[in-house]
């Protein structure tokens, strides 16, 4: 992956979230407080802002860049979250404009670790882990199996998907749902999702 | 949705400038957007910062001033404030004896308080963190978020900045703002849902028999759905709830806030009010000071809370020390 | 209906009973039902006592105490008191200097007022009654039963009850509180309409993106019915409204209350009198004193109205004077 | 008209606002404030109770005391109109235990001007007038021609009937309807229905 690629990642992100922000608020409302498309929306702009505004060399700045704009514009749950999994995700990848796949899944768990230390997530809890931990799973085996990235990505989109299409029996443990206790079951988790589609824009832009 | 607004997007901001209108004692930062007391920082004073999601006005913008927060961060609707923006609050406050933030504790509230906390002391900031948790509705457990900071924060909010302005210490404000929450039980009911600008329609539906007993702040559902039932039975079952999590015994005595959700006229939540006080009167609990009214809010919820602290004396002085906030006043 | 109640007869007599509770400075009639300052009456004090129909709250019960009024009789929900409660109220807190009815405009407020008026005059008690009829959204005319007493009663009750507190002589009380009514203007909108215990259900139907414009306090439809529109120009809409019939120019001052209805979040009307305030910032107005929130209400009705009151030095002075009441306490 | 028929027209007067107070109610909704019924309901309540409490000897003094009743337990603008109607019908009725339809028609003129003096409604203005002074010229006419009491009495209640539905079409210019301007037009007026059921009480009860 390159700077390039790690901008038009981005940037896919920033289209998919903004284009289903109100299927995730819809979600959010469900089971939570109904701001979780509005916060990925104004997050994602101004991540878009940053990337506009900003020469970057090294293919980890994009992604540290990007978190830190998560963390100052998003807020809730969801900003901390996603942002120090960004910054960590960037801060692990080795300096340089361009790294490659076995880089990608050291900071993919990095940002996964990122999200546990602030959070204290569990798989099974109902939040975005229940999207990411399997994304990075069918990754990483991927990639060991050989794959390319189109392909590792592809894998990680379809385990996105269907982690976050798993929230929908789970109770939630974690997060405003929790509050609803049994009632959370039945409703899909709207961070599992914009998980997803972060991933999906992964694998859309990679696609051959 | 139909409310008083422009572009939902700017409703924040907008109000904010409203207030800052309205307020000649406050001093409205619309850049960093924190709401701060004119004539802060006080040096030698330690300062409380509070903040959270927008839509629990008057929370907690309303009270700041003298006697209570020295500042509040307000962010977007329902939204817990960003760490730059508390930064920035508790940098400009900060007196030289230290900063209490009053969180309310839901997930997104506590990681960015925390950040921002994390920052500060990298500035060589003293912070301490009271976090608020009085909602009885939710089963408190390490495996869990725990229970939701409401209707205490006002009470945590006042007896802690009553102290801090006579003077106490960063480790004294903190811990008599653990106290009063230790000491507090909230449990609420939502007779509607609330609707967010940006969200643009009401967060649940609910028939027109039916109420969310052991709601939040926040719009979302609560514990159960239930059939509307007499106020007199709807007040007991709140109050046992209470006190099953927060025991008052004959003799105790309470502080009392009956708390309008936004949407719920005074002329109910008084009925309420006389509703608690019959019941305590019936246990013997004494209520030494009382607050009815819309403190802690959902946006237009058709609703209430019921939060009782068991008080101690000295936060009785406490409560009683003037306090001058556009959304509480008192003795000034 | 939803709403916070017991039985729907019950709703006027249970409320005061939580207002007692809740006010150990209030002092309620429940028989005769009406609610006094406990230190009433005030030997050689003007007494001011006003009311009306319940479902206004604070509006007049919440205004009872130092600097305000001396006793409120609240009706039936949105139903003017009777003559017999308004006696009662008379006489009780009669100091001996002569007692002001601060009266609504209604048909009904005003007779019921003036047959205890008469009732008081034959037992030997002075009465003098200021009329209050604020709402420009009623053309004026000897025809007809003439403009709604609205927002501007808070205002009228304020500056009188500080003139009585100070020693006011009845003809200044009163002839103050004539002169604020004849300074103020106000206008309402309703984006729902509230429901009365008793009716059971709204007062009447709004498709969702249309109000009512020129409303009063008691639940009917306004002058018109029109789209909603951005805050922003309905602001000018009512300050136009408001001060064709009440002019203000250039370098005069004004009061300025932006009251809820009751199911308005205070996020809306603060982000609503940032824009009264740049309008009257743009006609070259300086507001002198403001106040933001729900006063003067009409159940749980979303909406809120604008009251501008042209200013003097006095009743700048008596606005900033002490008050101490349930719903509207500084200086004390 | 002799005491017993007075207290018996009075009770089925409060049967039936009682029993039509939900559809007064609606009446007010449209134009007013939704509370005529509940005021006529609680009113007539105070006026049953005060029948069952009370011996009379005049009939006069049974619509004084009705009056009172009504003035001290209704409010709003019903409350002093209805009450001093009543008052002024009964004070200018002859003491005793009898009064005659000449006695009738000139008290009906007192409680109106009762009604005019505190509230200056002129006919048109859609208002309980617009039912009550076409009912007192019907009786009056009646009773001039001849006629009975229960001739006269139902010949009143058509009229008040006639003048109730007449109201529909009217522009308020008296009471809160007036607040709605040209809006008040199509809506028949809640008082000038309660003051038809009151008449109609009387034709009822007098009926052969
Ligand atoms: N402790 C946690 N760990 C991981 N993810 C979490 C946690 N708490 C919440 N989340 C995620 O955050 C999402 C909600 O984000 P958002 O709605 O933006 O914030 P908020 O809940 O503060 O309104 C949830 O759907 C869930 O996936
Ligand atoms: N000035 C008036 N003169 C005669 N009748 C009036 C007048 N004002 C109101 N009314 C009558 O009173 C009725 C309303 O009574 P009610 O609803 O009980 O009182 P309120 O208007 O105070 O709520 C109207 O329908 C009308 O017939
Ligand atoms: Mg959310
Ligand atoms: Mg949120
Ligand atoms: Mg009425
Ligand atoms: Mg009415």
């Known amino acids: 992956m390159d700077v390039a690629l790690a901008i038009t990642w981005l940037r896919a992100a920033a289209e998919a979230v903004t284009a289903d922000a109100d299927e995730l608020t819809r979600l959010d409302s469900a089971i939570g407080d109904g701001d979780h498309g509005v916060n990925m929306r104004r997050g994602f702009t101004a991540v878009t802002a940053v990337l506009d505004a900003t ?7 994009v992604f540290v860049r990007a978190g830190t704009a998560l963390i100052s514009k998003v807020g809730g749950a969801a900003g901390p979250l996603y942002g120090s999994a960004f ?33 204290g997530a569990a798989p099974g809890d109902k939040t975005l882990v229940d999207a990411y931990r399997p994304a990075l799973t069918a990754f990483e085996e991927a990639v060991a199996g050989g794959a390319a990235l189109a392909e590792a990505a592809a894998g990680a989109a379809r385990a996105a998907g269907d982690g976050a299409r798993a929230t929908i029996s789970m109770t939630a443990r974690k997060g405003r749902a929790s509050y609803l206790g049994d009632r959370s079951a039945g409703h899909q988790d709207p961070g599992a999702t914009s998980t997803w589609l972060i991933f999906q824009a992964l694998a859309d832009v990679t696609a051959p | 949705m139909k409310k ?9 901001a907008e109000a904010l400038a409203g207030l800052a209108a309205a307020h000649p004692g406050l001093r409205v930062n619309a850049g960093e957007q924190y709401v701060a007391r004119a004539d802060a920082p006080r040096p030698g004073k330690v300062a409380l910062v509070s903040g959270g999601g927008s839509g629990h006005e008057p929370l907690h913008g309303g009270f700041v001033g003298a006697g209570m927060l020295d500042a509040a961060c307000p962010g977007e609707v329902f939204t817990s404030p960003v760490p730059d923006q508390i ?10 004896a230290g900063v209490v933030h009053i969180v309310k504790n839901y997930t997104g509230d506590v990681m960015n308080f925390q950040l921002a906390a994390e920052l500060a002391a990298d ?22 978020a725990g229970r939701r900071g409401t209707g205490a924060t006002l009470l945590v909010e006042k007896i802690a900045g009553a102290l801090a302005e006579e003077g106490g210490k960063l480790g004294e404000v903190a811990a008599i703002g653990r106290e009063v929450n230790a000491a507090s039980g909230s449990f609420a009911y939502a007779l509607t849902a609330g609707t967010t600008p940006a969200a643009g329609r009401p967060g649940f539906d609910l028939p027109d028999d039916e109420i969310e007993a052991g709601v939040g702040i926040h719009g979302e559902p609560g514990r159960r759905r239930e059939k509307l039932r007499p106020a007199r039975e709807l007040v007991r079952s709140a109050l046992d709830a209470i006190l099953d999590a927060r025991p008052l015994t004959r003799g105790d005595r309470a502080l009392v806030l009956v708390n309008g959700l936004g949407g719920t006229p005074l002329i109910e939540l008084y009925l309420v009010f006389g509703e608690v006080a019959a019941v305590l009167a019936e246990r013997g609990v004494e209520i030494s000071r ?34 001058n906030t556009p959304g509480l006043r008192w003795g000034a």
Chains 1, 4 share one sequence.
């Open chain 2, 87 to 96: 930064l920035a609050a508790t940098k400009a406050v900060d007196g030289g």
């Open chain 2, 290 to 323: 009382n607050l009815v009214g819309n403190y802690v809010t959902s946006l237009d919820m058709a609703g209430l809370s019921i939060t009782l602290t068991k008080a101690t004396d000295e936060m009785i002085r406490l409560w009683d020390a003037p306090v």
């Open chain 1, 55 to 61: 020469e970057f060399t090294g293919v980890g700045d």
């Open chain 2, 123 to 144: 500035e060589g900031l003293s912070v301490e963190t009271v976090l608020v948790d009085d909602d009885v509705a939710v089963e408190n457990s390490t495996w869990t």
């Open chain 1, 87 to 119: 910054r960590a995700f960037g801060k692990t990848l080795p300096a340089g404009p361009e790294v490659g796949l076995a880089d990608l899944v050291t900071a993919l768990h990095a940002g996964l670790d990122a999200v546990t230390r602030l959070g």
């Open chain 2, 4 to 12: 008083f607004i422009n572009d939902p997007a700017d409703v924040v």
